[in-house]
């Protein structure tokens, strides 16, 4: 039989036809009302059954023969909160699947066939994905050392109203069947921080692979404390060193400058010549043709750094502009008075970025995007990136791998040569801005890199 993948619609077979059973159907085509998030559920459970039975050789697992991992029997409300903090901070899939009320148990709940249950099961765990990912570090070299327990503790798991299985609430003498509202509470160790992760539904059931005991399952998808959303996303539980300056995707360190030439492009035959910048319209003639961009203080605090920047313009005034800028190893955002106060306050910090939106996000690649608090965006995107990588030369040298940005967000509040303006920033890691472009009505006015100062 040919393998042509799991997705596939369209593949075919020359060889005759067999009477064998295959051995897995094709998600897509035979469960059409999946959702895609609920067949992608189905497809990584494929995947892990065949990695846990491979061989040294590289051969795939037998699904047939594939032993069922022993798991704990999650009869009462700390061992559940322990089973579902477990799985998402130690990325134990298994016991994450394991936690969700079974399909033979929801069947026997509800009365309704097995199809049924299966797809209410992994429609369950499709929209819990969202979580279950948020937790994922793509390598783990970047976690601090022991991970995101050693910041992060399990408080509870607080049930909420007991009620039968028709879903009044129960009365003294009825069986509780299900529990509505319940949160499980995490706490940001040595602080007063607790994150609330809201369980709409936990049922109690029994358990056909625990002998019919019975055990509590979760029964509705989890949703995220926003706060912790952010903290990850902000890469906190993520090791400091990734906040040395030569480790950085931008190279702040004090004693770092770039300096930009400023050109309007409608005011000069030749785009490129600076010194032609002749146009019979004043409002295209710049009244600064250079900017730099200096490093001049960083602060530390774990895996947060505090950067005061200044850009002076050669402008009649030598104008000035101070900005404070927040890193943490995912995001960096601007930071005013009122943040800069409350640098320590993890809590205040962590309110506050949930309705901010970063300036950068890292690592940048083509075509992301994100929005308020640094969440992946699509159409209602704050900042977007080409879909492409660029390169790009300058009077500062020839730069690979450029990144387009296009988005204002934040930027220039501080600045008035920067204000109401749309901007188009190419970045190139390790390197920093190699050219922003303002638009702003007709004016289109671009700062190109002439030199820089990248300390070691």
Not at 150 to 174: F, H, I, N, Y
């Amino acid at each position: 039989m040919a393998v042509c993948g799991l997705l596939a619609s369209g593949c075919w077979d020359k060889r005759e036809p067999s009477d064998q059973a295959p051995l897995q159907p094709l998600i897509y085509t035979e469960y059409p009302n999946l959702t895609p998030e609920a067949a992608a559920v189905r497809e990584r459970r494929l995947v892990r059954q065949l990695m846990d039975g491979a061989g040294s050789g590289g051969q795939w697992g037998d699904l047939e023969t594939s032993p069922v991992q022993a798991m704990p029997a999650l009869d009462n409300a700390q061992k559940l909160g322990e089973a579902i903090f477990e799985a998402l901070i130690d990325r134990r899939e298994a016991l994450w699947e394991h936690v969700f009320v079974s399909p033979l148990a929801y069947s026997q709940l509800v009365h309704v066939d097995m199809e049924a249950a299966r797809e209410f099961v992994d429609n369950l765990q499709g929209k819990s994905f969202a979580a279950w990912k948020l937790f994922d570090v793509e390598q783990s070299s970047e976690l601090a050392e022991g991970g995101l327990k050693a910041l992060v503790s399990l408080d509870e798991l607080r049930l909420g109203q007991g009620r039968t299985v028709d879903g009044p609430v129960a009365k003294d003498e009825e069986a509780i069947v299900q529990y509505w509202g319940n949160i499980l509470v995490l706490r940001f160790k040595q602080t007063d921080v607790r994150f609330e992760i809201a369980i709409p539904k936990i049922v109690r059931v029994a358990d056909p692979l625990q002998g019919g005991a019975s055990v509590l399952a979760l029964a509705s998808e989890i949703r995220m404390d926003r706060r912790l959303e952010v903290l990850l996303r902000m890469g906190l539980h993520l090791k400091a060193e990734l906040m040395r300056s030569r480790e950085y995707p931008y190279p702040l360190k004090v004693g770092n400058f770039w300096r930009y030439r400023r050109y309007n492009a409608a005011a000069s035959n030749d785009p490129l010549d600076l010194l032609d910048q002749v146009s019979d319209d004043p409002s295209v003639v710049l009244d600064a043709s250079e900017v730099l961009l200096e490093v001049e203080a960083i602060d530390r605090y774990e895996t947060i750094r505090l950067v005061r920047l200044a850009r002076t313009y050669n402008d009649q005034r030598l104008s000035r502009y101070i900005e404070h800028w927040l890193l943490t190893p995912r995001h960096i955002y601007l930071c005013p008075r009122p943040c800069q106060n409350n640098i320590e306050n993890i809590g205040w910090l962590l309110e506050y970025f949930d309705n901010q939106t970063p300036i950068y996000r890292f690592a940048l690649t083509p075509s992301m995007a994100w929005k308020r608090g640094g969440a992946d965006a699509s159409t209602d995107a704050v900042f977007r990136v080409d879909p492409t990588w660029q390169s790009m030369e300058t009077a500062a040298g020839t730069f690979s791998a450029v990144v387009a940005i296009t988005g204002t967000g934040a930027l220039g509040q501080v600045d008035r040569h920067l204000a109401g303006a749309g901007q188009r920033r190419y970045f190139a890691t390790g390197k920093g801005v190699i050219k922003r472009v303002l638009k702003n009505k007709d004016v289109e006015i671009t700062e190109e890199l002439v030199e820089t100062r990248i300390m070691p």
